[in-house]
């Protein structure tokens, strides 16, 4: 299986802050990448899928970039809607592996 | 609207069997690919299995820890999805999400239903 890491775990900012999360796979996965925001006690919302291409009604403010085995997710501007944790997935093969998450704390 | 509303989760002792549900409304659900995807409690996504549709023969592939244990089925004619879980461990307590592969060549899913909690244990 494509092992995905994610860093970092936990992320302190402040609103107006610019984000960057980094997912790794431990293969080279071309741009089959997605990433997916999760709030407490509610399923995963799509953000961003084919690593930049930004999903429908997803905030411009949200970026995705890279190819290959490393891809980074970008927040240009948090706001207080995006405290959440966020995942990365490849769809590399047909067994889909996730990124263990990225919690994005108020500082 | 588009949506999918997971039904049938519960408290199981190990050993036993559940079968959870997944209905669709406000879309073609013949058309997509359907996963199932789990969340252990305070853990992240785990990807359980999928169904494709009738033009790939409903073809299924499982990940290899329920791989024999658990089997995912589908009725196109009442939009429903299905996941029985035989052989229940308590490693399977999670919450169960039923997802839509989005159309276009990819593997990543547009729309994700609320979740079932499954709880395994004695």
């Known amino acids: 299986d494509i092992q995905m890491t994610q860093s970092p775990s936990t992320l302190s900012a402040s609103v107006g802050d610019r984000v960057t999360i980094t997912c790794r796979a431990s293969?080279?996965?071309?741009?089959?990448l997605a990433w997916y925001q999760q709030k407490p006690g509610k399923a995963p919302k799509l953000l961003i899928y084919k690593a930049s291409s930004l999903e429908s009604g997803v905030p411009s403010r949200f970026s995705g970039s890279g190819s290959g085995t490393e891809f980074t997710l970008t927040i240009s501007s948090l706001q207080p809607d995006d405290f959440a944790t966020y995942y990365c997935?490849?769809?590399?093969?047909?067994?889909?592996?996730f990124g263990g998450g990225t919690k994005v704390e108020i500082k | 609207e588009v949506q999918l509303v997971e039904s049938g989760g519960g408290l199981v002792q190990p050993g036993g069997s559940l079968r959870l549900s997944c209905a669709a409304s406000?879309?073609?659900?013949?058309?997509?690919?359907m996963d199932w995807v789990r969340q252990a409690p305070g853990e992240g996504l785990e990807w359980v299995g999928r169904?494709?549709?009738?033009?790939?023969?409903?073809?299924?592939e499982y990940t290899a820890s329920v791989k024999g244990r658990f089997t995912i089925s589908r009725d196109d004619s009442t939009n429903s999805l299905y996941l029985q879980m035989n052989s229940l461990k308590t490693e399977d307590t999670a919450v169960y999400y039923c997802a839509r592969v989005r159309l276009g060549g990819g593997y990543d899913f547009d729309c994700w239903g609320q979740g079932t909690l499954v709880t395994v244990s004695s």
């Open positions: 169904i494709r549709n009738k033009a790939d023969s409903y073809t299924t």
């Open positions: 406000g879309f073609t659900f013949s058309d997509h690919y």
């Open positions: 293969q080279s996965i071309g741009s089959w």
């Open positions: 997935q490849q769809y590399n093969s047909y067994f889909l592996t």
